[in-house]
C-alpha cells in the first residue's frame, strides 16, 4: 500500500506561484508514475501532470503546459508542482496519484492505483 499526502495549496493572487508536494510512505513510489488532477467545484476530476518512472518523461495538460512543471524526487518519495502564473481557473482541489502505469494512461485517473486527499487551490484577488 502507499500512502500519499499533499501539501503547499492555499489562497493566492492571480499571477502568483504555489508549489505543491505529495509525499508518499508506505512503498517506494521509485517505479510508479505519478499524476497531478484537480478537481474544481461543479467540474470532473482532470489532468494536470504526470511524470513517469523513466527520467524525464513528462506529461502536461494544455491548461498547464508552459506554467506548471511537475518534478520528483525519489530520494524523499516525493513528487512536486510548481505552478507559476496562477489565473482564477486554476481553483480546484489538486489530488496526487500513483499508479504502476506506462506515460500512455497517465492522462486517465482510471488507471493509478493511490490517492492522496488533496489541497485546496484558490486563485482569487
Known amino acids: 500500500q502507499v500512502q500519499l499526502v499533499e501539501s503547499g495549496g492555499g489562497l493566492v493572487r492571480p499571477g502568483a506561484s504555489l508549489r505543491l508536494s505529495c509525499e508518499a510512505s508506505g512503498r517506494s513510489i521509485e517505479y510508479y508514475a505519478l499524476g497531478w488532477f484537480r478537481q474544481a467545484p461543479g467540474k470532473e476530476r482532470e489532468f494536470v501532470a504526470a511524470?513517469?518512472?523513466?527520467?524525464?518523461?513528462?506529461t502536461y495538460a494544455e491548461s498547464g503546459k508552459g506554467r506548471f512543471t511537475i518534478s520528483r524526487d525519489n530520494a524523499k518519495n516525493t513528487v512536486f508542482l510548481q505552478m507559476n502564473n496562477l489565473r482564477p481557473e486554476d481553483t480546484a482541489v489538486y489530488y496526487c496519484?500513483?499508479?504502476?502505469?506506462?506515460?500512455?494512461?497517465?492522462?486517465?485517473?482510471?488507471?493509478?492505483?493511490?490517492w492522496g486527499q488533496g489541497t485546496q487551490v484558490t486563485v482569487s484577488s
Open positions: 496519484a500513483a499508479g504502476a502505469i506506462t506515460a500512455i494512461y497517465v492522462r486517465s485517473s482510471y488507471y493509478y492505483q493511490y
Open positions: 511524470i513517469t518512472w523513466d527520467p524525464g518523461s513528462e
